[in-house]
């Protein structure tokens, strides 16, 4: 994104999903039509999809959404911009936060506050959102509602927090050598890193030399955070690798730095076979699965400290034979009065 528009197409953009989120019902399509181009693309998570244009983005996501929770906002916890192969993009990380006062989803109402974990990836011409890639932490949402039908996550679930730093909210310009500098560290990370996996030695992935010592990795529900990067390898990447030995990732739709931070997302971005150990609760299936996943990264100095991290795991269970909403749909209660 040029310099010279990126703070001002940021803070349009950052604006615009908030007023989207507040929006009465009846207002929802002039607050979406001034951010999205009339013909966008959209994908969400499971079982949300593939849609296209505004009309069917209001209709099948943002009016649902709304009528569930009629006192929705919306907070962001980073919130970047940054070149793509062509492309300008805005990327963003937070809750919404509202009162499920109606079905949701087929999600029965609790009358009670909901905080719901949100990815997001927006391409922009001309500032309007021209493809968008979305994934709520449906997962969380089922935990707090009583009816997740995955076994208890090995880390710890709950809110994650924003930045150590507070500094995630990057609506002003920075300095394109710092993002340039933080995307290099992932990159390395991950190309250098994660994929020298000998399949059998964690340390052949060489996170110490990546990362702090206390790193921070805020996983989706069902995984749950995790702290220092001994207790990454034994909740989530010992698990993870032992169920996907063969996996492969780094097929970005996108993936940029600003400021200290980077992100990346891809549709899919991992292609793997379910051939090993029991993750959430999964036996072997020895089927091939893709992932959408996003990731946001916060660097300090040389190193990273911080790992925002999603996986749409409807859509991974969905490929397994198991429909997740249909399961927690089947563990509800009647609702509160």
Known sequence: MRRHLAAIAKRQTIDGLRRLARAVPADLDAAAAAIFARDADYIGSHPVNQMHGVDEIVARYLAPMKMAMP????????????????????????????????????????????????????????????????????????RQLGINPLRRALGVEGLCPPPKAQDGLLLGDTDPAEAERSLKLVEAMIFEGMWAFDGVN???????????????????????????????????????????????GGNHVARFGDGPFTCSTGWPSIKATHTGGNFLGLEP????????????WRRDGNLLAENWIFIDLPDLFRQLGRDLFAEARALQRPPRS
Not at 221 to 229: A, E, L, P
Not at 285 to 296: A, E, G, I, L
């Open 202 to 248: 964690h340390e052949s992935m060489r996170f110490h030399d990546f990362w702090v010592p206390d790193m921070m990795w805020y996983g989706p529900g069902g995984i749950g955070t995790t702290r220092g990067v001994d207790n990454f390898y034994r909740y989530h990447e010992g698990p993870f690798n032992e169920a996907w030995p063969d996996f492969k």
């Open 285 to 296: 299936s020895h089927r091939p699965v893709t992932m959408r996943v996003m990731d946001w």
């Open 71 to 142: 006192d929705l906002e919306r907070r962001d916890d980073i919130f970047m911009a940054g070149h793509w192969q062509d492309g300008d993009w805005i990327s963003a990380t937070g809750y919404y936060y509202g009162t499920l006062t109606d079905e949701w989803f087929g999600l029965q109402p609790t009358n009670q506050w909901l905080y719901v974990r949100f990815g997001e990836f927006y391409r922009l011409v001309e500032g309007r959102i021209v493809d968008a890639y979305v994934i709520l932490d449906w997962i969380d949402v089922f």
